[in-house]
């Protein structure tokens, strides 16, 4: 299994625009082969986002990035974002609920 932390700093008054495409398109990447959790937040000013995705495989994480859907939330980083997201992928071997 595979976690993506993407890390974004937003233009000012860009984080409703970021949420409308992602809004869009969640229902679709939820639906892909292997997608076990996709989930976008905002720091309470709404000035950063983070996404975090779990994947089954690395195959699945790259066929989700080839979607359709998926560059069309590409299409919108220009616009919303204030620089290049800084994105961790993480190895893991098992998720244990409320391990925390």
């Not at 976690?3 to 398109?25: N, Q, T």
Request: hydrophobic share 40%; with cysteine.
């Amino acid at each position: 299994m595979f976690v993506l932390h993407v890390e974004m700093k937003l233009k000012e008054g860009k984080a409703d625009e970021l949420y409308k495409i992602y809004s869009e398109i969640s229902p679709l990447v939820k639906e892909e082969k292997g997608c076990t959790a996709y989930k976008l937040t905002f720091t309470g000013d709404k000035t950063q986002a983070a996404m975090f995705e779990i994947w089954e495989s690395e195959e699945d994480l790259a066929l989700h990035g080839e979607q359709p859907h998926v560059k069309k939330l590409f299409s919108v980083f220009p616009d919303v974002l204030a620089g290049k997201p800084e994105a961790t992928k993480y190895e893991i071997s098992e998720i244990k609920r409320n391990a925390i």
